[in-house]
């Protein structure tokens, strides 16, 4: 059985002291919600201050991205062993980051490493942009973001895979349930070629995209859907609160 999972990635918002209120403010509602796990990704700067406070609770930390190589003159960039003992959980490849930043397939790859070499648990973000959605390439795009992305890797136990069509992100225009599960359904049969079924069964894959607490429900009552990458809504705590309340009902 997979324990659903819900991860607010907070993104180039909150200040630390920010960061320190929003966390306090949704620590006591959402401490008490089980059967589902339960994460928040705040920006690098705030980690340590976010930790203090989840320190004893049921709630997770994640960051947002880490650079693959371990130390050296890689001018404000963070390794793994930075946030090995830090967090738990490492957002990597999100499409902002290929957007913005030029992550790449190969890139995305060399970060899974590093992070499974420390010990931190990747949240791998993989999707198919608007056009290549309109194309009929869904399917195509995001098999090839996984099998790149794994590439040379043993099966990494605890690994998360998130579904975000880049084409809903940021914009309040989700996937349909049955969108994400029909992806979903298909990274999870890729899941089993390249490694096994019980890797299949095993491997959490959320659904990212404009989901809010309107629209949990659609998503959580699907099969294949183990959880979301909330961004927004997770910004809110009556929001997010609702959302993993709502995940522990319909799961
Ligand atoms: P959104 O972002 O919920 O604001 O659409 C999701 C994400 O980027 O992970």
Redesign the pocket.
């Known amino acids: 059985m997979r324990v659903p999972f819900i991860a607010g ?1 907070w ?1 180039m918002n909150t200040t630390v002291g920010e960061a320190v209120s929003l966390v306090r403010e949704m620590l006591p509602g959402l401490d008490t919600v089980k059967n589902v796990e339960k994460a928040v990704c705040p920006p690098y700067v705030s980690l340590s201050a976010v930790k203090e406070v989840l320190e004893g609770t049921s709630v997770k930390l994640g960051a947002q991205n880490l650079y693959f190589m371990e130390k050296g003159a890689y001018t404000g960039e963070i390794s793994p062993p930075m946030l090995a003992g830090l967090c738990e959980y490492v957002i990597i490849g ?1 499409s ?1 980051r290929r957007k913005y930043f030029n992550d790449t397939d190969e890139t995305v790859n060399k970060k899974i490493q590093a992070a499974l070499g420390a010990g931190l648990k990747p949240i791998l973000c993989i999707g198919e942009r608007l056009e290549e959605n309109e194309a009929g390439k869904t399917g195509e795009v995001v098999t090839g973001q996984l099998k790149s992305a794994l590439e040379g890797i043993p099966y990494p136990v605890g690994f998360v895979i ?1 579904y ?1 069509p880049v084409w ?4 309040g225009k989700p996937a349909t349930g049955e969108q994400a599960n029909d992806t979903i359904g298909l990274i999870r049969r890729t899941v089993s070629e390249l490694y096994s079924g019980e890797a299949a069964d095993d491997v959490r894959i959320l659904y ?4 809010t607490a309107a629209n949990t429900a659609e998503f959580m009552s699907r099969s294949e859907v183990d959880g979301a ?5 997770s910004l809110k705590p009556d929001e997010f609160l609702s959302i993993v309340t709502q995940t522990a009902e319909i799961r």
Do not use: M
Request: hydrophobic share 35%; net charge negative; aromatic share 0%.
């Open positions: 990635n993104k999100h902002e998130a975000e809903a992100i940021g914009t990212g995209g404009s989901v990458l909330v961004g927004g809504a």
